[in-house]
């Protein structure tokens, strides 16, 4: 498969993912789809909440399926919407938690599509790598 090929295809399940959308207060619906590194494809729709804090982006869901999953390397996410819209901000620090180099199509419904990596989303991540390491035998660091 082509990477052509291969994002029409993420391209597409982020289209069917966004049908599933629950937006009933912004009626932005978006849908993403995710592929590992493993070829597992995940997708994921946005799911508003009354109490606004609640909701979750289509990002998060598709990611969160894949780890639940035991996913942790991922190749490539498509986010669908009306209008190019780019993943959040809270989408973007969780995809950097693995992997900067992750493909991200930003795709929107007349064919319309921009891509780019995690890295070249949020430059200057907080990644795993920011934290420091425990030193052995610090009974601080112990749980």
């Keep these: 498969m082509s990477d052509q090929e291969s994002i029409a295809e993420l391209i597409a399940l982020g289209k069917k993912a966004r049908d599933q ?62 209008t190019l819209a780019s993943p959040c901000g809270a989408c973007r620090q969780v995809l950097a938690e693995f992997g900067l180099d992750t493909m991200v199509i930003i795709a929107d419904l007349d064919m319309g599509q921009q891509v780019s990596t995690v890295g070249d989303l949020l430059p200057a991540a907080f990644t795993p790598s920011s934290l420091p390491r425990p030193q052995a035998g610090n009974q601080e660091d112990a749980s």
Excluded: D, H, M, Q
């Design 21 to 82: 959308a629950y937006a009933p207060y912004s009626r932005f619906r978006v849908g993403a789809a995710l592929r590992t590194a493993s070829g597992r494809l995940y997708s994921g729709c946005n799911v508003e909440n009354a109490s606004y804090g609640l909701s979750i982006c289509a990002e998060r869901v598709a990611i969160f399926k894949a780890v639940s999953e035991g996913e942790r390397e991922f190749e490539a996410l498509a986010v669908v919407s009306e």
